[in-house]
């Protein structure tokens, strides 16, 4: 009696096993059904013409895990069709998943949901090639959800930039925002303007350990140059890379500060005019682009004319943070355009100078994003706010009925250390582990219900001042992207981070199958 009870009790267990669905992030809605689908002859996808570039993306991730794709395409068994469909039930970017013993179905109003049910059908099939039999009808929370990565500080090989937006695709983020010039580093290349890169994409020498403007006089050099920038061709391969997986690349253009490349380049853009050198160490810098000068918005604008060349998505992030005001209080063109355009202050002189900006880009059919110091001395009228010093400047914005991406440091940014052993890789400062990223919540208890729908969604920033290579990269951002993108597609309610930390089992092999060097933190907390 008890051999039967095992024995029945094992086959109740399996069948369990078999229904997991541990998709991330987690879908809004899932039916299981009774035993599994099996893909193990040549299996045939059937897609409208309009979505042909995404069924032949997914036939080549099937392929890459063994499943034999028909050269012919013929309904049966073993098949899955993708439709675009004009059924209004289906928010933008969501889908409508069936798998049965008959094949699969997947159905999208667009053909952002169709690539998004693809991911999900991908997590779904296991190593040997199987699916659960199941209905899932999913779309996400948050229209903006983001991923961002630093380059300035050190740049990583192209091909691992289509990587970092390969996997972010896999976890249905969908804006990649590209942080491409800084103090240290110039990394784009400007045509009109070449010693930008062949002057400004280099340093002296870079920092060994901990480093920062106030401790630069105890500050110890490696000695080596450094420095590379992305060609223009380069930048169209990833603009189309990340195209086909229904990622918006948004390119950072720092502005007024973080300028000190740019000035070793073209130190006539500078208050004092020089000489300056591309930054060796990190931190803020108070030579910054001379706010007075004709000539300064003059460059601007040519380098955006060919930067908007570059990127068709509608926002282009001009930065807009930590601009000391010291050298314009001390340079005469400055001062003479605050009294010209009677403004208050050096802080309306910023305003000043993204509002221009900003109309510029307006005029080009383009939005702009920049950091909540934006706020300071009054906000652009059409610009979205990236909120990084805590939450209060995106209540600001979304009060004043501007689109928000929130990013507060302590919840969101990757180069924080995620674990308190000292055997931890350098990081800047804090503690943000995977399961406060998993807590944050997007949307201030502080805003109505109206102003709520201003927080367009969030994203987590990736400052690479101590991840010098792509897999330390991938060990600070995952998993903790991964908790980051169920806290912007899935429903609030619906969250759990136990559940959570269940799947993440399953989709950590997934990770390791990608040749992700993800942190592990997390299994000590999964039961």
């Not at 501007?402 to 931890?424: C, F, R, S």
């Not at 001042?465 to 806290?487: C, D, F, I, L």
Request: contains cysteine; glycine residues 8%; proline residues 5%.
């Amino acid at each position: 009696m008890k051999k039967i009870f095992s024995i029945v009790l094992f086959g109740v267990m399996c069948l369990h096993a078999e229904a997991q669905v541990t998709i991330i992030p987690k879908p809004v809605s899932v039916e299981i059904g009774k035993g599994i689908k099996r893909w193990d002859s040549p299996v045939s996808v059937i897609a409208d013409k309009s979505i042909q570039d995404v069924a032949d993306l997914f036939s080549a991730s099937l392929k890459a895990k063994g499943i034999s794709i028909a050269e012919k395409i013929s309904k049966g068994k073993n098949t899955i069709t993708l439709k675009i469909s004009s059924d209004k039930s289906i928010p933008d970017e969501g889908y409508k998943l069936s798998i049965s013993n008959s094949g699969a179905e997947i159905t999208a109003s667009s053909p952002a949901g169709i690539f998004y049910a693809t991911q999900s059908f991908l997590q779904l099939l296991t190593s040997t090639n199987e699916t659960p039999l199941v209905k899932i009808n999913d779309y996400p929370r948050f229209a903006y959800r983001g991923l961002h990565l630093d380059v300035g500080r050190h740049m990583y090989p192209v091909e691992f930039i289509k990587k970092y937006i390969d996997v972010m695709a896999y976890h249905k983020f969908n804006r990649f925002h590209w942080h491409l010039t800084e103090d240290q580093g110039w990394r784009i290349e400007i045509k009109k303007y070449p010693r930008l890169t062949s002057v400004g994409g280099f340093r002296k020498e870079s920092p060994v350990g901990r480093a920062t403007t106030k401790t630069r006089a105890s500050v110890v050099y490696d000695g080596k140059p450094y420095g590379g920038f992305y060609t223009q061709k380069v930048i169209k391969e990833v603009v189309a890379f990340a195209k086909a997986r229904h990622v918006t690349v948004i390119p950072e253009i720092e502005m007024p500060g973080h300028a000190q490349a740019a000035l070793a380049a073209y130190p006539n853009l500078g208050c004092t005019e020089g000489p300056y050198e591309t930054a060796t160490t990190w931190g803020v810098f108070q030579d910054v682009f001379c706010a007075g000068k004709e000539e300064t918005f003059t460059f601007m604008q040519d380098v955006l004319d060919e930067v908007l060349a570059l990127f068709p998505g509608e926002y282009i992030h001009i930065g807009g943070d930590e601009c000391p005001k010291t050298r314009w209080e001390a340079c005469p063109h400055c001062q003479k355009r605050i009294a010209d355009e009677k403004l208050k202050d050096e802080h309306e002189l910023q305003s000043y100078f993204i509002n221009r900006i900003e109309k510029y880009l307006n005029s080009k059919g383009r939005q702009i994003i920049g950091w909540d110091e934006i706020l300071e001395g009054g906000l652009a009228p059409n610009a979205t706010v990236m909120s990084w010093r805590g939450e209060e400047g995106g209540i600001a914005a979304a009060k004043q009925k501007h689109n928000v991406i929130m990013t507060p440091g302590k919840w969101v940014y990757l180069d924080y250390y995620q674990d308190t052993a000292k055997t931890e890789p350098i990081a800047i400062i804090g503690y943000t582990p995977v399961s406060k990223v998993y807590s944050y919540e997007p949307i201030p208890p502080q805003l109505s219900a109206e102003e709520a729908k201003y927080v367009i969604g969030s994203q987590c920033n990736v400052w690479s001042e101590y991840m010098k290579t792509p897999e330390h990269v991938e060990y600070m951002v995952y998993p903790r992207a991964s908790a980051m993108s169920e806290v912007l597609w899935s429903p609030k309610e619906s969250r759990n981070y136990d559940d959570f930390l269940e799947r993440m089992k399953a989709h950590g092999g997934r990770l390791k199958a990608m040749n992700v060097n993800y942190a592990k933190h997390i299994e000590r907390e999964q039961k």
